[in-house]
């Protein structure tokens, strides 16, 4: 997927749709999310941005009376948003694993180290079982 740079409302509303995670329209975000503050007209705004940029798709249509409403989808999952985000700012996967180690010391956390150590012992099985198939 292609890096999509995003505000921070448009963040904010991704954040949101991801925390909700099922397709949502504009009028059932406002009805859902009453405390961020925004008009129905701001939020559409947003919602036609999001979409422009590719970061949200049409899933289907709401029937709300004699009116529709068109839901929207995110197309990318917040991990790979804040994977791009971490790469444009050159953060790379070792200094992710470095600092949750180092934060993981700093706890006395030996349990959430031994998981690390084994996430990471399962990634590289991982990577030397693709190079085996090549």
Do not use: C, H
């Amino acid at each position: 997927m292609a890096y999509v740079a995003l505000t921070k409302s448009e963040e904010k509303l991704m954040r949101f749709l991801w925390e909700q995670g099922v397709p949502l329209s504009a009028s059932e975000i406002q009805a859902l999310w009453k405390d961020n503050g925004w008009t129905k007209t701001y939020t559409r705004d947003i919602i036609r941005v999001l979409e422009e940029k590719g970061a949200i798709e049409f899933d289907s249509l709401e029937r709300t009376g004699k009116k529709y409403g068109r839901r929207f989808r995110t197309v990318m999952t917040k991990e790979e948003f804040y994977s791009q985000e971490a790469i444009r700012n050159g953060i790379t996967a070792g200094k992710l694993f470095r600092v949750e180690a180092l934060a993981l010391v700093k706890k006395g956390d030996n349990e959430g180290m031994e998981n690390l150590i084994q996430e990471l012992e399962d990634m590289i099985e991982e990577y030397r079982a693709r190079d085996d198939e090549e």
